[in-house]
């Protein structure tokens, strides 16, 4: 297994603070995910936990690039999908906090033209009912241009809207948040990208962004869709695609999907969870205050009718038997993630794979799922 020497380090420091942590689980668990790539088969898993405010564990297995032999490693970078949607929504609270906009307004007027259910003409959609997956808007005409449901764009707008009244039935849609990141240009007047990185992703002193042309890409994971008939690996080059012409002739507040709001973050496991960390502490890590503790809890809160879903934050209970935790999952061209954290018992863990068989068992991805109770019996009941 390779660990970055940092890690080293701090595995010592920690072996001195806190003689309860296992250098024997650490070793055990690295075997276990060896044989959950070999049995699951997956391409590659990067893993990292936290406890009790700090990164206990983190490793990765597997394969960065199939074809090439190269190894996964810590630092490597993964388009995490549709966990990105919290980055968009702790925006949101940002904004709200400086009084910028209303989570109850009429988001006709912060996106710029009509957003109207036509079966519904009178009833408002709020800011609120797209975080939350209550706007009554669908996926059906695609997400990846706002032109499919403007009035002045598309004469199939309507087809946006489901036959049910905003506010009554919660139906997940990416072209809700990839309509909040457009948002968040028209207020804070910065081009979404690079307003994550500026107020989370630096202040937070972690390394990640959804404009691939700013990252370093050698350090990109390939990711891989899983084809079990004839079990192979067929690699998704979509999954990370230049920007650079659409960049050119960029409309702030409009042309946004580009950068995919709703799932383009790409982030490594181990900074994916120093970010967890700050909002299972309320919006606090490491002597930053990114978000209120006020703005925080109601990320957190599960709207009526929502299926747990709060603000791109779910709370869920069929993760880790007996525990209640919150959290998001995505998925994405083959790639599988997942970030969900217990408040009251501080821990918390996040798992990427770049290519893994699609079954899901109880709502999660099979391997993700595998990967997350294993982590939970060998390092979190272990490292207490």
């Known amino acids: 297994m390779k660990r970055h020497l940092l890690f080293f380090v701090y595995v010592t420091l920690n072996s001195i ?117 209550l706007s009554s808007i669908n996926d059906s005409q695609g997400y990846f241009s706002l032109d499919s449901i403007n009035p002045a764009k598309s004469a199939q707008w309507a087809r946006c809207y489901s036959k049910y009244e905003p506010g009554t039935h919660y139906d997940y849609c990416n072209l809700n948040y990839n309509m909040i990141g457009a948002i968040i240009e028209r207020v804070s007047g910065e081009r979404f990208d690079q307003y994550v990185v500026n107020h989370i992703l630096s202040p937070l002193q972690i390394y990640g962004g959804y404009n691939l042309d700013e990252l370093d890409t050698a350090r990109l994971a390939s990711i891989y869709e899983y084809r079990a008939d004839s079990a192979r690996f067929v690699l998704s080059p979509g999954a990370y695609a230049s920007r650079t012409k659409e960049v050119a002739k960029y409309v702030l507040g409009y042309t946004t999907p580009i950068f995919s709001p709703t799932g383009g973050m790409k982030i490594s496991a181990t900074d994916l969870a120093k970010y967890m960390l700050m909002h299972s502490r309320l919006g606090k890590a490491k002597g930053t205050r990114i978000l209120k503790s006020s703005s925080a809890k109601i990320m957190q809160t599960p709207a009526s009718g929502s299926l747990g879903y709060g603000f791109a934050i779910e709370t869920v209970d069929n993760i880790i038997p007996g525990e209640i935790m919150r959290g998001h999952t995505g998925s994405a061209y083959g790639l599988y993630s997942a970030m969900f954290f217990n408040p009251k018992k501080k821990y918390g863990i996040v798992v990427i794979s770049n290519g893994c068989p699609p079954g899901y068992s109880n709502g999660l991805n099979t391997v993700i799922r595998k990967t997350i109770q294993t982590l939970y019996e060998q390092i979190i009941l272990n490292n207490k």
């Open 17 to 133: 603070c806190c003689p309860h942590f296992l250098f024997a689980q650490q070793a055990k668990m690295d075997s276990l995910l060896e044989v959950i790539i070999r049995e699951s088969p997956a391409a590659g898993i990067s893993v990292a936990v936290v406890k009790h405010n700090q990164v206990v564990y983190a490793n990765s297995a597997g394969l960065k690039n199939i074809e090439r032999g190269i190894p996964l490693t810590d630092d490597c970078l993964f388009r995490i999908a549709s966990i990105s949607k919290s980055f968009s929504a702790t925006s949101i609270m940002q904004l709200y906090e400086q009084g910028k906009l209303s989570l109850d307004q009429d988001v006709s007027e912060l996106i710029g033209f009509p957003l109207r259910n036509p079966a519904y003409p009178d009833k408002v959609i709020t800011l609120r009912l797209m975080m939350q997956h």
